[in-house]
Structures are given as C-alpha cells and as structure tokens.
C-alpha cells in the first residue's frame, strides 16, 4: 500500500521512542522507503544504528551538523517527503512547531516541509492534558496538521490515563488514508458485513461462517478513498475500523431497519454480508431442555434486504455479493437482475483461499450487461479497492454525488 512513498519519520525524546522500531517495520513492511530524523533526547532511549538497521538508510541526528552535510540532507528530505510522521511527538516538539521554532534538525525540517504532518502524541497524562499542550495541538490542527490521538492506560511513568502512543495499525491506517487519493470524496457509501444471527432461545441461534472481513475491507478501503462510510455489521470478531459510522446489529430484521434508516442519505451500497435467509418461527422465553426424540425448529423468511433496496434504489449505485458452490456465473448474473443491483460480485467458495474466513478472495465482477471480469486470488483490501473502481465509474457516469 506504501509503494513507492517516501516517509519521514521524526522520533522524540520519550519513553514510547522503543516503539519507533516496529513502526518503522511496518512501514518498510508497505515497501515505504523510510528515513529517520531522531532529536537529541531520542537518541538516549533508542540508538540511530537500530532504526538505521530497519530503515535501510541513514538515520539523521543532531550529530550530523558537525560534519555541515546535513544542511543539504534534511532540505532534499523536507522536498522529497511524501509524508512526515512524528511518533512519538513530545510536548516539546508539538510546543515547538506551534511556536514556529525551528532549531533543531527535526523541527528545522519539519518546518521547512510541505508535505502532510501526522503527530503522533505520547506523554504524561499531566501533560498530555495541560492546557497549554490543548491549546497548540488545536492551533496546529486548525492549520492542518494531522493528529493521531493517544490512548487511555498504564503510562510508563506509574500512572493511568490518557497519554500513551496511539497503536501502531492505527498510525499505519491513518498514513495509509493520508497518503490515498479522496477519488469517493462526496459520495456516501453504505456497507453490511458480517452474518446475521437468528436465536430460537436466549442462548442459542442460527448463523454462518462469514467472518466480515469481506464488508470490513470494502469499509476501510472506501474511508481511505475519502467516501464517508457507514458500516452496519452482524457479530464478527474483527474490530470497528476507525473513521466510519459503526452500527452493531444481530439478526436480519435489525440489519434491514438500520440499512433502510440509511438508505436515504447514500449514493452507494454494498451488501457484502451474509444475512440468513430464514429465522426460527418463534423464540422460546428460556433455554429449551433436552428431551428424547428428534427436536424440529420451524423457520420462516427473512425479509431479502439487497431486493427491497433494489426496487427503491433510484440512480444510487447498488452492489451485491453471491456466495455458491455451484453454477457460479448464472446463478449471481439472475441474482443481480432479480435484485435489480448495478454489479455483484461472485464468490465461487469451491476455490481454495478465497470465501469466509480467508483474508484472501478471488472474485469475478459481473455487470448488468453480463460482462464478466475476472480477478486473481488477492488480498480482500485490493479486492475492495478494485470493485470500488468500477463503482466509482458508475458514480461518474451517473453525476454522483448530486450537487
Ligand atoms: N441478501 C440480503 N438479504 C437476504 C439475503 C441476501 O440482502 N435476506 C443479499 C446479500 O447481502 C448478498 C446478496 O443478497 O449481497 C446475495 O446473497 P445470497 O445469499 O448469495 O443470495 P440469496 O438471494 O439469498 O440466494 P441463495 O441463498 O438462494 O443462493
């Protein structure tokens, strides 16, 4: 996902500088090509030769000045950056770069950028909270800095709050959101994901295998392409992406209410989940006891969610999913006119990495004219990113969003 970006990466002087290391992994881990600036106090709590060695280039510190090269390196740094990511930022460097105070490498740098600046804050809760550190991180966020908040728990100075560094995947995400282009801004983009869970008593019910990790890749992939995302998800294990209206539902019925409370304000929908098609005729008051003899459960019809959408969707841009094991491209093309939808993608779960569970899936999409294209076995991400391409050829041929 980071192929081809340069980051900056500012590390400061605070006990969360350790954590510079892995962050700086998992950006190489993208294919980012990473260099480090590190201040003076950085330097005490984690040494230029590791983040040199994870890098793979030279780490610049306040040292270099000596030799006078560095003057050149951290102008061409400032220019080339694609991306400056502090992490962890101290009070000290927020403080400064709010005060236009540049004297230091890092903050000589940061200053002389025009790339996007993500500051990570980690400190004392005290700190964290003072109003004066309040007070520069609104100043810098009204100028347009961005911020990756810290999180609540044990600080390493002994007490609880909130003031350590946000969790890595979230700094990845927010790098990754920055740094993708806002094709989707504007349009409203509606996804269900997971399954539904249909009880017959309090402590039992009728469910599938989804994992929504499907529906959580389209979620994450169209907040990246800058649409605002309302996600409406059966139970799953994965958790809530960050930057999407989240709404937890259990059985098909709640699923068909929340999407219908929504349908109005999207431009876009996509029902990635699994909803069950059928739910126990009634619900027992307490836990059914085991008797001899076989044990019958009634099931009745839940509502099709996908085929009500479809008869008042008007231009919106409507996307299914078929999941079969047999006769895949006749089955999800008659699926995809029946429902009235504009492309469905077919899951052929016969294949293997691809259907629940996986992180992987190979997919065709199907439009309504028939055609067919087919995509290798990939990532659910890259998945996401290339149904929402065609979807975002359908938004623009249909002057979406409406202004
Ligand atoms: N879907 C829905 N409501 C339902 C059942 C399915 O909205 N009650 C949606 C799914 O989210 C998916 C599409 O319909 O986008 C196709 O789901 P699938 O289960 O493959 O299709 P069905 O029409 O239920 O057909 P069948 O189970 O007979 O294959």
Known sequence: MLEGKKIVLGITGGI????SAELTRAFVKQRADVSVIMSRNATEFITPLTLQTLSGNPVYTDTFSLTGDWEMEHISLAETAHIFVLAPATANIIGKIASG???????????ATK???LICPAMNTNMYTNSLVQANIQKLSNLGYCFVDPTCGELACGTEGQGRLAPLDNILEEVITILTPKDLRGQNVLITAGPTREPFDPVRFISNYSSGKMGYAFAIMAKRRGAAVTLISGPTS???PSGVTFVAVSSAVEMRDAVMKHVDESTVIIKVAAVADYRPASMADSKIKKEKGEFTITLEQNPDI??????????RVLVGFAMETEDLLKNAYNKLMA?????????????PGSGFQYDTNSVRVIDRSGDVRKFPLMSKINVADRVLD?????????GLPRP
């Open 238 to 240: 994965v958790t809530a």
């Open 306 to 315: 996908i085929a009500e959408i479809g008869k008042i969707k008007g231009d």
């Open 390 to 398: 065609r979807v975002k050829k359908l938004c623009d041929e249909r």
């Open 339 to 351: 429902k009235n939808m504009d492309l469905i993608v077919a899951n052929d779960l016969s294949r």
């Open 115 to 117: 790339a996007p600046v």
């Open 16 to 19: 969360a500088a350790y954590k």
């Open 101 to 111: 105070i540049a004297d230091d490498l890092l903050s000589t740098t940061v200053m």
